[in-house]
């Protein structure tokens, strides 16, 4: 069984900073790109940062400046650093992998995580 699994999210007051985790777990052969995803109540799943496996990045122009995707490739995790955190970034984070290759079943899996929160307040 493939899976990701994300860690990280909690309280934290405006200003503040925050790292999130994801690491990639399983029978795994191959992971490709990865990426955080978030949700805030009410409101659509929409795209915070994605990472390719040669480290090529991607943002969301809402959290340029202040947001850095990396990764590990060795580990199969990506990180989240979250600088200078406003209330509007409140929402579930969710860890996303467009393709991990599986080789029990020999087949390439796009995999989300269960999401992780992160609270905005003071």
């Known amino acids: 069984q493939v899976q990701v699994v994300e860690s990280g999210g909690g309280l934290v007051q405006p200003g503040g900073s925050l790292r999130l985790s994801c690491a990639a777990s399983?029978?795994?052969?191959?992971?490709?790109?990865m990426g955080w995803f978030r949700q805030a109540p009410g409101k659509q799943r929409e795209l915070v940062a994605t990472?390719?496996?040669?480290?090529?990045?991607n943002y969301a122009d809402s959290v340029k400046g202040r947001f850095t995707i990396s990764r590990d490739n060795a580990k199969n995790t990506v990180y989240l650093q979250m600088n200078s955190l406003k209330p509007e970034d409140t929402a579930v984070y969710y860890c996303?992998?467009?393709?991990?290759?599986?080789?029990?079943?020999?087949?390439?899996?796009?995999?989300w995580g269960q999401g992780t929160l992160v609270t905005v307040s003071s």
């Open positions: 990472i390719t496996n040669g480290g090529d990045t």
């Open positions: 399983g029978t795994i052969f191959s992971v490709y790109g």
């Open positions: 996303h992998a467009d393709r991990i290759g599986d080789y029990r079943t020999q087949r390439f899996l796009e995999v």
